[in-house]
């Protein structure tokens, strides 16, 4: 018989005005014998936005993001293991209005790279297939809203 439990908890507040916090935590077991093979057993994250008006009709927004994944086994044998991660993402951002906005934005600006996904024996007999996350990012971001 397989069991398993898993538990997520979500929260938000605004601590000073113009600031909102966000975090959330999920953890997932299951009763198989070894780990489950492909499941975070814990993953958490917290963010922060700061929005500071710049006259009537502009607004700053700045928001950083943080993630943490825990260790994870990519196979039924628990061979094959991923250590835990962390990322870090960022947007700073120029609204004009309702309609328009520009941004610089950051993701995975730690430049961490992980398996995404990871296939033991995909190609054949102790022949592992395994594929990437994307690697650090910056970019402007234009936007407007219709």
């Given at each position: 018989m397989i069991g398993g439990?898993?538990?997520v908890m979500v929260a938000g507040a605004a601590p000073a005005d113009r600031i909102i916090v966000a975090d959330g935590i999920e953890c997932a077991s299951?009763?198989?014998g070894?780990?489950?093979p492909q499941v975070y057993p814990l993953?958490?994250?917290l963010s922060v936005d700061y929005t500071h008006p710049l006259g009537d009709r502009f607004a700053l927004l700045a928001h950083v993001d943080w993630s943490h994944r825990g260790d994870v086994y990519w196979d039924l044998a628990n061979t094959l293991r991923t250590p835990p991660k962390d990322f870090l993402n960022?947007?700073?951002s120029v609204d004009f209005?309702?309609?328009y906005s520009v941004?610089?934005?950051g993701r995975?600006?730690?430049d961490e790279r992980t398996p995404s996904a990871v296939g033991a024996n995909a190609l054949g007999s102790n022949e592992t297939l395994a594929s990437y996350n994307e690697p650090r990012q910056w970019g402007i971001e234009l936007q407007a809203r219709f």
């Open positions: 439990v898993g538990t299951a009763d198989i070894n780990r489950t993953t958490s994250s960022t947007r700073v209005g309702r309609r941004a610089l934005v995975n600006i730690t």
